[in-house]
């Protein structure tokens, strides 16, 4: 399976500012998908990260809030915007290779975001 | 929306089988069945997925009902290092594009006793 190297692990903000947090994979991989994690909660998909053009968003998140860049098949970012306090959470990357075989799905370790 | 449903939370005893129920009963035919565990503070752990038949790695078995509407999963020894959040996922197609997604549900809290 891919590994995945997700940068900052942790980080402490300011509110008002921004962060990026960058998702470098060991191998090329078709699918890069990026998912918060608020304290207590299961994992919500943010959106899913698409080579070479603007990322789909789920329901609920937006481009301006959450901008998302692929430049090649082993890199993404992800920019948490004008942030506040509730945009605390663990914020993780996901991988994979897709196919109708069913591949399995790798997940960084995360990172953990405190917004103050 | 999470096409899955599991219980909150179930306690299983060291050394014994630990057995973890999920609904999917709106799943479609040619979409998978996954599970991943998250242990605390780290990121979700495969375990294992499934189709229509049934299968079985190092780590689990994953039995799939005959109308695929439910699946269980099996730890045949389960140790204190499986205590976890156990997530049962549908993995949403995405067209015809032989991609999909992962959505998340609240998993199952497994919490294995000596």
């Known amino acids: 399976s891919a590994v995945i190297s997700q940068k900052p692990s942790r980080d402490i903000c300011q509110r008002g500012t921004s962060l990026t947090i960058q998702c470098q994979v060991d191998s090329q991989v078709t699918m890069m998908f990026w998912y918060r994690q608020q304290p207590g909660q299961s994992l919500t998909l943010i959106a899913t990260a698409n080579q070479g053009s603007e990322a789909t968003y789920e329901s609920g998140f937006v481009i301006d809030k959450f901008p998302i860049s692929r430049p090649n098949l082993t890199f993404s970012t992800l920019t948490v915007s004008n942030m506040s306090p509730e945009d605390s959470s663990i914020y993780l990357c996901s991988v994979g290779r897709g196919g109708r075989s069913g591949y399995g799905y790798t997940f960084g370790s995360g990172t953990r975001l405190t917004v103050v | 929306d999470a096409k899955t449903t599991q219980p909150t939370s179930m306690d299983c005893a060291e050394g014994r089988a630990a057995n973890l129920p999920c609904n999917h009963s709106?799943?479609?035919?040619?979409?998978?069945v996954y599970w991943y565990r998250q242990i605390h503070s780290q990121g979700p752990q495969y375990i294992i997925h499934?189709?229509?038949n049934n299968e079985t790695n190092e780590m689990a078995s994953l039995i799939i009902t005959e109308d695929r509407k439910s699946s269980t999963l099996i730890l045949p020894h389960a140790t204190l290092r499986d205590t976890a959040v156990y997530y049962c996922i549908v993995r949403v197609e995405d067209g015809s594009s032989n991609t999909g997604k992962l959505i998340f549900g609240q998993g199952t809290t497994l919490q294995v006793k000596p």
């Open positions: 499934g189709l229509k």
């Open positions: 709106t799943i479609s035919g040619n979409e998978y």
